[in-house]
């Protein structure tokens, strides 16, 4: 028998455009179109797997927003130097060192979603 063990998280974020946003990651983060209708759709880059929902954002079905993904990545900054080209972030986003032990930068997406890239930063010795 096998042991269990997650082998990865696939995020689902909400969208109130499915169209605009596969166009919007493909062009600011790279993520590109695996599978899509009108309500769904799956993107992915390097491994990682982005799936979008489409939402009406009414109090029946709110678009909620506000979520938050972190993908941990090997050389921050290959990713980071990419998005600056693609105007996803500005130079000055790369957080290094933070006290929680990563280097860092973020972004939102059009629907508010928070979109972090983070990388575990070397152990300082003291």
Partial sequence: MT???FLEIVPVLPT???????????????FTRVWADDMYAILTRDGFTIHLQWHADTPQDPLLGGSVIRLFVHNIRYYFDEFVTRGTVMRDSLRLNTP??????GFFDLNRNGIFLVEDAPRQVK
């Fill in 16 to 30: 109130a455009d499915i169209d605009r946003d596969i166009a919007w990651y493909a062009e600011m983060t790279g």
């Fill in 100 to 105: 929680w032990g990563t280097h860092e930068f």
């Fill in 3 to 5: 042991a269990p063990a």
